[in-house]
């Protein structure tokens, strides 16, 4: 299978790491249907792999005040690239998010399904929502929603190296994504080539308190923050809107007979490789 990887950054560098010679990473930013074909044209891949987006530096907030280039890489760029896939007969793999969730779904355990209406505040939540409203109406195409990235890899896109370096965190529960699981599932979603969406979230929940306790314990017990509420983050001028908090149930993946490791094992495991790896990078 060859794989064309859309979008050189964090994600699809990962990716590339892990599927090796299998995948094309190409760094062209995609604009038009024609930039689309011309890099079908060039790899000639059997499926693509949309890891390109737009999220803001340093965070998300940048996207408030960069609406126009928020929405034409968040939400144009996905349609035109499906619009080359559907012309050229290719199974498009999107990489959606699972920030267009605010709060408690409308179900007994609060968790969202795949087919839930988004409900999204911030610019980028809206832009990534939109996305997948109409790529959600084609045949051939599949999107993976993942949540707050965990990877054993430092790197500044690493949800560890964030919230590590935050002086003031909050204290909140969500469903979270292992970036190692999350690659896994990718190349099993594009070898099926399995149609709808799929939440690529590992089962369980995790607490910030739960996941810094781990830091503590396992990479840097100096370690030392203050705990903040998600009303505060915004009040005390650390964000411009409050984030999105959410359980996702991952409902669809079953379906295709794809399974990820429960968070409360994976999460652990994790830790103790990013601790290794820090441990040599900083040698």
């Known amino acids: 299978m060859k794989i064309l990887i859309i979008g050189a950054g964090y994600m699809g560098q990962r990716c590339k790491e892990e599927w090796g010679d ?8 995609i604009e038009t249907k024609r ?14 792999f949309n890891a390109a ?5 340093p965070n998300v907030d940048w996207c408030e005040d960069n609406q126009l280039k928020t929405i034409l890489g968040n939400t144009l760029e996905p349609i035109v690239l499906a619009q080359a896939c559907q012309e050229k007969g290719l199974y498009l793999l999107h990489m959606g998010s699972g920030c267009i969730f605010y709060g408690d779904a409308p179900h007994e355990d609060k ?6 209406f988004g409900n999204p505040r911030p610019v ?5 929502w939109a996305a997948d409203l109409v790529l959600s109406t084609l045949p051939n195409v599949g999107i993976a929603r993942i949540r707050m990235p965990i990877d054993w890899k430092p790197s500044p896109g690493n949800l560890i190296n964030k919230l590590a370096g935050y002086t003031k965190v909050i204290d909140v529960e969500n469903s979270v994504t292992i970036v190692e699981d999350m690659i896994d599932v990718f190349h099993q979603l594009l070898e099926k080539k399995a149609e709808g969406i799929f939440h690529v979230t590992n089962p369980g929940t995790m607490r910030h308190r739960e996941f810094i306790g781990l830091y503590e314990e396992l990479v840097d017990p100096t370690h030392t923050n203050e705990w903040i509420t998600n009303d505060e983050l915004v009040g005390q001028g650390l964000a411009t809107k409050g984030r999105s908090n959410n359980f996702l149930a991952n409902e669809n993946l079953g379906k295709v007979g794809i399974t990820m490791r ?12 990013y601790a290794k790896a820090k441990k040599v990078d900083d040698e």
Request: no cysteine.
């Open 35 to 48: 930039d689309a074909l011309d890099e079908i044209e060039r790899v000639k891949p059997d499926v693509v």
């Open 124 to 128: 980028y939540s809206r832009t990534k």
């Open 53 to 57: 987006g737009v999220k803001g530096v």
């Open 22 to 29: 299998e995948a094309e990473l190409s760094e062209k930013i």
């Open 262 to 273: 429960p968070i409360s094992e994976a999460l652990r495991e994790t830790f103790v490789k």
């Open 111 to 116: 968790a969202w399904r795949e087919d839930d």
